[in-house]
């Protein structure tokens, strides 16, 4: 599976971005979609997570009711949505998948990882 990110950018604080993770290859309705970010200096992070029909989520607890993450699985594409943008949301945000993640927040629960994408939040 190939994993593409994009819709990164820069933006001012208070905006709103829509990422993009388009799948190539195996089957992308059988996979389940996480989303992390890294900032500089720092671990990679949870941020999201949507199973393979999109009927559950879950969010880290900081983030929760600024980012949405949803797929269309006809499009083979995962999307998350930020809106109220921080200075502190700046990091390269990844995406990821599996077939059967166990522990969601792990990095080491997927298979698959994107490039990743840079999203830059200016005061």
């Known amino acids: 599976v190939q994993l593409v990110e994009s819709g990164g950018g820069l933006v001012q604080a208070g905006g709103s971005l829509r990422l993009s993770c388009a799948a190539s290859?195996?089957?992308?309705?059988?996979?389940?979609v996480g989303w992390f970010r890294q900032a500089p200096g720092k671990e990679r992070e949870f941020v999201a997570f949507i199973n393979w029909s999109g009927s559950s989520t879950y969010y880290a607890d900081s983030l929760k009711g600024r980012f949405t993450i949803s797929r269309d699985n006809a499009k083979n594409t995962a999307y998350l949505r930020m809106n109220n943008l921080k200075p502190e949301d700046t990091a390269i945000y990844y995406c990821?998948?599996?077939?059967?993640?166990?522990?969601?927040?792990?990095?080491?629960?997927?298979?698959?990882w994107g490039q990743g994408t840079q999203v830059t939040v200016s005061s």
């Open positions: 290859g195996r089957a992308f309705s059988r996979l389940a």
């Open positions: 990821a998948a599996s077939q059967n993640p166990t522990t969601v927040v792990f990095t080491t629960a997927y298979d698959y």
